[in-house]
């Protein structure tokens, strides 16, 4: 039996089908892939971690610097969320004003951002407890005893810069530990924009230490360095993992084995350390359990990862 071609009329029949269904095709997917390229459900959520953080830090660094925060500089931002307790204004020298003042614009910028891109996934400001009294109770966990007198982050410059070097580098690990869950093009862009600063921040805040590392802190009997390895410490056994170094190592763990200086928190092969969204919940928590709040956020984060953590 020999081939059975089409006519020209069901040719034209079978060529205007597809056409049609090929068009329909197109207008379906294209925006739903469009969408997906640059955000999905999951990215959206795992970025919704960080933000937590990024509300610290623009409160604390903008209150440090000019006596108020968000709510004066941005009142778009916060979004009606509860004002922060207990943070005030620090008694800095003209080098760390200037340089705490542009951390805290920054920080405007990522939260501007970061309202722009995540939308409806976008929440308000959450509880955060930036006292000193807190303050003193973290570094008091810290050092495993109570400091005579109680760490007051706002008293110097010195005493700020230690407290700051608290908040950057969570942020750093989580941004780190989120970009290998992401899907889409945009979330991995605006995560790496984001990290690059955080990184920088974080890098900032460490070299001005870095200066003064073998220096005591008034009145205390432990120096700068002590200090951030103490801070360190208290992170990784939050975090249980072993994710966070302060200014100085042992020499083993040093940059190719060759110094005890450590400027830069990184692994053997000079590669950031990387922390999960639990990880990050668990450590500015102050409690090493996402579900049990504390620490900076008395009343726990926002989002769909830290909330379900916190119905767990």
């Known amino acids: ?5 089409l006519s020209s009329r069901s040719m034209s029949g079978v060529l205007f089908t597809t056409l049609v269904l090929f068009g329909v095709l197109v207008a379906v997917c294209i925006p739903s892939c469009k969408a997906q390229a640059n955000f999905t459900t999951s990215d959206y959520e795992n970025i919704q971690v960080a933000l937590n953080l990024e509300y610290l830090e623009a409160e604390y660094f903008l209150w440090a610097a000019y006596g108020y925060g968000l709510d004066k500089l941005a009142p778009y ?41 995540l939308g409806k996934y976008y929440f308000p400001r959450v509880q955060l407890d930036l006292s000193d009294a807190n303050w003193a109770k973290i570094i008091d966990n810290a050092f495993g005893e109570k400091l005579n007198p109680p760490f007051n982050p706002y008293k110097n410059s010195l005493n700020y810069l230690i407290s700051a070097y608290t908040i950057p580098y969570v942020g750093l690990t989580g941004y780190v530990g989120t ?28 070299t001005l230490l870095y200066t003064v590392k073998d220096e005591l802190v008034p009145p205390y009997k432990y120096t700068v360095a ?9 992170r990784n056994n939050l975090s249980h993992a072993f994710v966070d170094e302060g200014l100085e190592v042992p020499k083993s763990e040093g940059s190719d084995g060759l110094v005890t200086g450590n400027i830069l928190s990184a692994n053997n092969y000079s590669i950031s ?30 989002g769909t990862i830290a909330l379900g953590y916190l119905k767990s």
């Open 226 to 234: 002590e200090f951030t390895d103490k801070i360190s410490s208290l």
């Open 77 to 117: 931002l916060p979004e009606g969320g509860p004002e922060p307790i207990g943070v005030q204004k620090a008694n800095l020298d003209n080098l760390t004003y200037d340089v705490v003042a542009q951390l805290g614009l920054q920080e405007i910028g990522h939260l501007t951002i970061l309202q722009k891109k």
């Open 179 to 206: 970009i290998p869950l992401l899907q889409g093009e945009g979330a991995k862009a605006l995560v790496a924009g984001l990290l690059g600063i955080e990184g920088g921040q974080d890098a900032v805040i460490r």
């Open 1 to 5: 039996m020999g081939v059975q071609y």
């Open 273 to 302: 350390y990387a922390r999960t969204g639990q990880q990050v919940l668990e450590t500015v928590y102050g409690t090493g359990n996402a579900s049990i709040p504390g620490g900076f956020y008395p009343k726990g984060g926002n």
